[in-house]
T-cell receptor, first 116, second 111 residues
Framework: DTGVSQDPRHKITKRGQNVTFRCDPI?????LYWYRQTLGQGPEFLTYFQNEAQLEKSRLLSDRFSAERPKGSFSTLEIQRTEQGDSAMYLC??????????????FGPGTRLTVL | GQQLNQSPQSMFIQEGEDVSMNCTSSSIFNTWLWYKQDPGEGPVLLIA?????ELTSNGRLTAQFGITRKDSFLNISASIPSDVGIYFCAGPRFSWGKLQFGAGTQVVVTP
């Protein structure tokens, strides 16, 4: 049984560089979510995919952020021209689309981004 | 910002004691989720609640979906050192499942 996986687990980059994170959801899950978590806070929603369609984006997702899920399977989150304020844990979650379980999201281990 | 009020913010307990925490909201939720997060890791789902009044157990964990649908409770019985971590409540705000999280309850267990 494979859960949600994320790669890399840690990323250290210099301000102004671009970074890309990958998420592989649980195989039968149609819905995929990205969240961001800063120290001492709960995760905050960034964006949501139903299969390959990106259906919702948070105001937190500036134009430097872009997410894709090209074949409705894995997803990537890219941050261009990183800023120190982008330092956070980036979490991916997935959920099935059946009955009440639709709301039940399973999270990956996260990617910790540090921008120097 | 956080719209789920989670309390207490932190708890320092002795091994073997029971732990109780709760989560309240001004809005109605149709689902309540409880997660545990260890440092440097993603949240792990502990219990999912789908119906008002529902009481669900997972080992030493018991959670309840409040009758008003605006609150939920999590209890941990006979705490052990591995219960250390941050516990989050969460609920979906829209039909497509955007989760709102509480600020978390940090549990510290001393031997």
């Amino acid at each position: 049984d494979t859960g949600v996986s994320q790669d890399p687990r840690h990323k250290i980059t210099k301000r102004g560089q671009n970074v890309t994170f990958r998420c592989d959801p649980i195989s039968e899950h149609n819905r995929l979510y990205w969240y961001r978590q800063t120290l001492g806070q709960g995760p905050e929603f960034l964006t949501y995919f139903q299969n390959e369609a990106q259906l919702e984006k948070s105001r937190l997702l500036s134009d430097r952020f872009s997410a894709e899920r090209p074949k409705g399977s894995f997803s990537t989150l890219e941050i261009q021209r990183t800023e120190q304020g982008d330092s956070a844990m980036y979490l991916c979650a997935s959920s099935p689309t059946r009955d009440r379980a639709t709301d039940t999201q399973y999270f990956g281990p996260g990617t910790r981004l540090t921008v120097l | 910002g956080q719209q789920l009020n989670q309390s207490p913010q932190s708890m320092f307990i002795q091994e073997g004691e029971d732990v109780s925490m709760n989560c309240t909201s001004s809005s109605i939720f149709n689902t309540w989720l409880w997660y545990k997060q260890d440092p440097g890791e993603g949240p792990v789902l502990l219990i999912a609640l789908y119906k008002a009044g529902e009481l669900t157990s997972n080992g030493r964990l018991t959670a309840q979906f409040g009758i008003t649908r605006k609150d939920s409770f999590l209890n941990i019985s006979a705490s052990i050192p591995s219960d250390v971590g941050i516990y989050f409540c969460a609920g979906p705000r829209f039909s497509w499942g955007k989760l709102q999280f509480g600020a978390g309850t940090q549990v510290v267990v001393t031997p």
